[in-house]
């Protein structure tokens, strides 16, 4: 009996192990740009963070790329704090 429940334990331990470096990963620093010219490159529309929404005055742009990481590391060159970098109108 104590042999199975030490092997249930062990299988679960393992099982918290893999989902810990699992997340670990999503949890990696997005790269930082030095301006929105360079970011506009790699994410022509801007990069935002998840749920923003463009505050505009004509057409919201929606095909920003989604990625909280990167939002983060270039919040400086989110001009008008909608949860957007470097959005081109």
Do not use: Q, W
Not at 16 to 37: E, H, R, V, W, Y
Request: glycine share 8%.
């Amino acid at each position: 009996m104590r042999t199975t429940v030490l092997a249930a334990v062990t299988g679960l331990t393992l099982s918290l192990g893999l989902a810990a470096t699992a997340s670990s990963a999503d949890a990696a620093p997005g790269k930082t740009f030095k301006n929105c010219t360079a970011l506009n490159k790699t994410y022509p529309h801007g990069v935002g963070r998840p749920g923003a929404r463009d505050r505009t005055s004509g057409s919201p742009v929606k095909n920003f790329k989604v990625d909280k990481a990167t939002y983060n590391a270039n919040t400086k060159s989110d001009r008008d704090k909608d949860g957007i970098a470097c959005e081109k109108k």
